[in-house]
């Protein structure tokens, strides 16, 4: 088993910055990739990013490219999202998800962390 916390949500103004963080504990080396999804209200969970946990390769959704970095830290077992240029659109509970190896749907969920991004 694999457990994920986030942390790192918040109020921001439009423009701002955020900066989420998933920290994993238990078999971690179980893990494949890390993901970061969100789900804003009356919304279907959308993809937003996913870096594997070996080679650190990245992949986002296009509506957040160019705007948010996710990272990853081995030996912390933390992945990161570094939010840049937040929307309101951008408002949404966001998960942290974990994927292991030879799976294709990620097993492992976060609790969520709420973002809300004024106008």
């Known amino acids: 088993q694999v457990q994920l916390v986030e942390s790192g949500g918040g109020l921001v103004q439009a423009g701002g910055s955020l900066r989420l963080s998933c920290a994993a504990s238990?078999?971690?080396?179980?893990?494949?990739?890390m993901g970061w999804f969100r789900q804003a209200p009356g919304k279907e969970r959308e993809f937003v990013a996913r870096?594997?946990?070996?080679?650190?390769?990245?992949y986002y959704a296009d509506s957040v490219k160019g705007r948010f970095t996710i990272s990853r830290d081995n030996a912390k077992n933390t992945a990161t999202l570094q939010m840049n240029s937040l929307k309101p659109e951008d408002t949404s509970v966001y998960y942290c998800?974990?994927?292991?190896?030879?799976?294709?749907?990620?097993?492992?969920w976060g609790q969520g962390t709420q973002v809300t991004v004024s106008s």
């Open positions: 998800a974990g994927r292991t190896v030879g799976e294709i749907q990620y097993k492992y």
């Open positions: 238990g078999r971690t080396s179980s893990l494949y990739a």
């Open positions: 870096i594997t946990w070996s080679n650190g390769n990245t």
